[in-house]
């Protein structure tokens, strides 16, 4: 079996051999939107009219990371990504086939020596924007594949799961548990059968890393939950997958098919008697979803509610047998730990928070894009020297992190290490890695009512603490927003958010709270300024007196003038 | 084993039906596929009328009550014909810093609809999406399955008006 590997490496080495350039065309959703499939087509046909077809091979490849200057093409002349393109459109192909045995052509060059390429450590997208997403062979020539044959071959599931455990892998998806443990506990619960679950479920605004990986380099997820599978003793798997994901889904769906045709999934893989297979289910746009135990409830064809736990989805998952439930990210990390060993990929990161991160750079930053970088990289790196800076020229304010669940980092903090235990200590949390920059004109109470807006709707309904509470505290940053709250407004909100979070069900409700605690933390001088002046004279330090004043003094005139 | 009626008649001789068929039984008339089967018939019919909901509950032998449910919990699915024409309006982080809440009011106030809402002669859905992943290119909006990015207000303008006077000029032709 190994040797049907080799096989197709050597095949696929003696194909790029064949050919003396390639032309690299970003097919990421991102360049997608930019027309990018237009320019592949443009560039085909050049190659084709000038007869080079022969000699250039023009590829489809996943995302290059730098999506603000799409759509990118990278030319190669021997080397990986040699030559980078940025903006390029259909007019320009006859420029670049044109410019192939001679020098770039220097308008459209993206440099590549800058630290946005330079400053990233890239394991989990090792292979995006270098192989066809569309073709099992280039991910086996990238050495695709060769973990799960050694996880299988020579290892047993326990060393397997030792491995993970050595790397000190955390879950990718916000929460930072252990990798290694909960393979662990699934591992040991009892149960005919046991599931692994792939959660692609990308609900944070701002974030893209998953939709990224999932459209990049399918093959990895696929590997990575072969192996997980193959760890805990499970033979089937699915990979949720948000419905606003199209294209992902269906590169997945190529990829299963084509696995399965090489035998590296299905059953009896590689000769041995390891069976696994994966099937795909598709979201419907509910953030809730995210959430382990709604995630299961939305996989059985019911309505995304999350339920009480314990029992964890671990103990009594998916149709009541033990489930792991593994992020995109985590899943795409094992392959890489497993072929490089456990104490390789320990060895980067910080003391508790291992390996690198998947990040997304969004808002009011000049590279806008995707970067992977080792845990513990300062956010004034990230921002300042990878991310290019803030655009405009403005000044940057505030870096949010964790989508809905995660908090705004005031400016002053951007020294801070990105690790799981750093991002908390400031109130916020690393979330699934989208990173949105705020320079000064950003308003904090705009960006907790929008977040708390979110979790309003998203809420599932089932408790009354998320279902209710986030309605109020909506309310009360409207207020706010519309610079017509009072003092007592603030208590109520600082009580609604203790009570939220303290009493809710799930993640959702929970973390609700999160980004009104941190701009009222770091920004409360914004909640201040919305108070209005007659509300403020009026105050009392008694909170229910100044209820009362309220109820008596400040509606009763705002009525007459609504009235 | 639940008793399974896999022999319930589609609500019409509609072609349509049969790609639900094939994915119902793809899943084999189990109740899990409920999800994937509402999405095939919001794909093949545009939306969920009341005929697919009672076909669909009765085929996975599932209670109407579910069926409901699931298909108004998840905000993909809709339960009203959309326009002719759809307008999707990216709202996620990224979107709403770069500029997306004054350029929604925009088009709302010129359209005379709220989002969520289609206009009075169906020819322009306008609604919203919580994060479409292309935050590289915020603001992002999606006019009839093209994705647009780096909008700004004249862009998006229009490339609504060329969507929906081509629309009208069908539309006369057509009567003519």
């Known amino acids: 079996m190994y040797e049907r590997l080799e096989e197709i490496t050597l095949a696929e080495q003696e194909v790029a051999e064949r050919y003396d350039h390639t032309v690299n065309v970003c097919m990421a959703a991102g360049c997608m939107s930019s027309q990018s499939g237009a320019i592949k087509e443009a560039i085909d046909k050049e190659v084709e009219a000038n007869g080079l077809e022969r000699w250039c091979r023009v590829r489809g490849v996943g995302c290059m990371g730098l999506c603000a200057h799409g759509p990118l093409v990278a030319v190669d002349n021997g080397k990986p990504a040699e030559t980078m393109y940025q903006y390029v459109t259909p007019e320009d192909a006859p420029a670049i086939v044109g410019s192939l045995d001679t020098a770039p052509v220097e308008r459209l060059r993206c440099p590549t020596d800058v630290p946005f390429f330079q400053r990233q450590h890239k394991i989990v997208l090792e292979n995006s924007g270098l192989i066809d997403p569309e073709r099992i062979e280039e991910y086996i020539a990238a050495d695709g594949y060769t973990a799960l044959i050694k996880a299988i071959t020579e290892m047993s599931p326990a060393e397997v799961i030792d491995e993970i455990i ?16 909960k393979w662990t506990t699934v591992a040991k619960s009892d149960g005919e059968t046991k599931y692994v679950i792939c959660n692609a479920d990308e609900g944070d605004p701002g974030a893209f890393m998953d939709r990224s990986v999932l459209e990049s380099d399918p093959h990895r997820i696929l590997e990575g939950m072969a192996i997980a599978g193959y760890a805990i003793g499970a033979s089937q798997g699915y990979i949720y997958v948000r419905g606003e994901y199209p294209l992902a889904v269906a590169r997945l769906k190529t990829a299963i098919r084509q696995a399965r045709r090489v035998n590296m999934l299905g059953s009896g893989i590689a000769g041995t008697p390891f069976a ?13 979803c995210g959430e382990e135990t709604a995630l299961i409830a939305s996989i059985e064809g019911r309505r995304g509610q999350p339920r009480p736990r314990p029992p964890y989805p671990a103990e009594y998952g998916l149709w009541g047998q033990p489930t792991l439930i593994n992020n995109v990210e985590t899943l795409a990390s094992v392959a890489p730990i497993i072929r490089n060993g456990g104490a390789w990929y320990a060895g980067m990161g910080t003391a508790k928070s291992k390996g690198t991160k998947v990040f997304a750079l969004a808002g009011s930053i000049n590279n806008t894009g995707l970067i992977e970088v080792p845990m513990g990289t300062s956010l004034r790196e990230i921002i300042y020297e990878i991310g290019g800076g803030v655009s405009g020229g403005g000044k940057c304010k505030a870096i949010q992190t964790g989508g809905p669940s995660g908090g705004c980092i005031p400016a002053d903090f951007l020294d801070t290490p990105v690790d799981y ?7 916020s949390i690393m979330g699934s890695g989208g990173m949105i920059v705020m320079d000064e004109t950003a308003s904090m109470v705009d960006v907790a009512r929008f977040f708390m807006e979110f979790c309003m709707t998203e809420s599932c309904g089932r408790c009354v603490p998320c279902r209710v509470g986030t309605v109020h505290m909506h309310n009360l940053l409207d207020k706010f927003s519309r610079k017509e709250a009072t003092p007592h407004d603030l208590v109520l909100l600082e009580k609604l958010c203790d009570m939220v979070r303290n009493t809710s069900l799930c993640g959702l409700g929970q973390t609700a709270p999160n980004p009104v605690m941190s701009t009222l933390r770091y920004f409360r001088h914004e909640y201040m300024a919305a108070i209005t002046e007659e509300a403020a004279d009026l105050f009392v330090l008694d909170p229910a007196l100044s209820v009362s004043r309220n109820g008596a003094t400040q509606r009763a005139p705002k009525l007459e003038v609504a009235s | 084993m639940p008793l399974r009626n896999e022999k319930v008649e589609p609500p019409s001789d509609d072609k349509r039906w049969r790609i639900v068929q094939a994915t119902m039984q793809r899943n084999g008339f189990e109740r899990d596929g409920l999800i994937e089967t509402l999405h095939t018939v919001q ?3 545009g939306y969920l009328d009341d005929d697919s909901l009672r076909y669909v509950a009765a085929s996975l032998n599932a209670p109407l009550s ?3 449910g699931v298909s108004t919990f998840y905000h993909l699915f809709s339960l009203k014909p959309a326009g002719r024409h759809a307008c999707v309006v990216c709202l996620g982080t990224a979107c ?5 809440p004054a350029l929604l009011k925009e088009i709302e106030k010129r359209y005379g609809i709220k989002a969520g809402e289609t206009t009075a002669d169906g020819h322009l859905s306008l609604l919203t999406a919580r994060c479409l992943g292309a935050c590289g290119l915020a603001p992002v909006a999606v006019f009839d399955g093209n994705i647009a990015g780096k909008l700004d207000m004249a ?3 229009n490339r609504l008006q060329e969507m929906t006077t081509v629309a009208t000029e069908v539309e006369s032709v057509r009567e003519a």
């Open chain 1, 166 to 181: 050595t790397s000190g892998l955390r879950g990718r998806g916000g929460g930072g548990y252990p990798t290694g443990l």
């Open chain 2, 96 to 100: 709403y810093i770069k500029g997306m």
């Open chain 2, 155 to 157: 862009e998006a303008l």
């Open chain 1, 421 to 427: 235990e750093s991002l908390s200590a400031l109130g």
């Open chain 1, 276 to 288: 696994f297979h994966i099937d795909i289910r598709l979201g419907a746009g509910a953030f809730v």
């Open chain 2, 66 to 68: 579910q069926v409901y």
């Open chain 2, 43 to 45: 794909e093949s019919f």
